[in-house]
């Protein structure tokens, strides 16, 4: 599976919008790009997932770069609920092994 | 709907005891999954189950064993424990592969091997 790239950690204002960036240069055209998160001794719980238009779903907003070279999670107004390790992962869909290669992620810490 | 459950929620064992981390998930999902997570890491594949009666290597299966009796359950071994395996397990499953499809996961196992 081809590779991300996210910053360790982010820190955001409640009720302000947060941009959550992740680096997919090697992306193939089969590759979908999923979203998880990991609440505080929580198991992960998963986000969004798109493979070439932006997706919108309740939780949040995913961009995707016309090049799929890069894509962004989008929390429209963060919410203290919402600090949490992000995980951007890539799954090809002639992958056979089924699983979810999780990365180190993006903390995000949301100040009151 | 209890979602996906596992039993025990902590354990603390000695170095060469036998345990058996039980998952449970009721949404008549095929496919199951054991990940590991270390301190500061992500989540690691121990094993996986595409369907009762089924299992697979994953990442890291070495010192483990997995069995699918039933579809809603998938059972993770240590045979023999060690330190190594000092971890959080994390059962999650999804209906379909999950290149499209969710994975739901449990609330984890904390594992303690002294």
């Known amino acids: 599976d081809a590779k991300t790239t996210q910053p360790n950690s982010m820190e955001s204002n409640e009720e302000e919008p947060v941009h959550l960036p992740c680096n997919h240069s090697?992306?193939?055209?089969?590759?979908?790009i999923h979203w998880y998160r990991q609440l505080p001794s929580q198991g992960p719980e998963y986000v969004i997932h798109?493979?070439?238009s932006n997706v919108n779903n309740r939780m949040a907003s995913l961009a995707i770069a016309e090049d799929r070279k890069s894509s962004t999670l989008i929390l429209h107004r963060a919410t203290l609920r919402d600090a949490a390790v992000y995980y951007c992962i890539l799954r090809n869909y002639g992958g056979s092994q089924g699983n979810l290669i999780f990365g180190k992620g993006t903390k995000l810490s949301v100040k009151p | 709907n209890a979602g996906v459950t596992q039993t025990p929620k902590f354990r603390v064992l000695k170095t060469g005891q036998s345990m058996t981390l039980l998952c449970a998930q009721d949404m008549n999902h095929e496919y199951m999954y054991w990940y590991r997570q270390d301190p500061g890491m992500g989540l690691r594949l121990i094993h996986y189950?595409?369907?009762?009666?089924?299992?697979a290597k994953g990442e890291v299966p070495d010192g483990y064993n997995v069995s699918r009796l039933k579809k809603q359950n998938f059972l993770l071994g240590l045979e023999s424990a060690a330190p190594s395996q000092t971890s959080v397990y994390f059962c999650?499953?999804?209906?379909?592969?999950?290149?499209?499809?969710?994975?739901?996961f449990g609330p984890g196992t904390r594992l303690t091997v002294l």
């Open positions: 798109g493979l070439t």
């Open positions: 999650a499953s999804s209906y379909d592969r999950p290149i499209t499809d969710t994975q739901y």
């Open positions: 189950s595409v369907g009762e009666g089924t299992t």
């Open positions: 090697t992306i193939s055209g089969t590759d979908y």
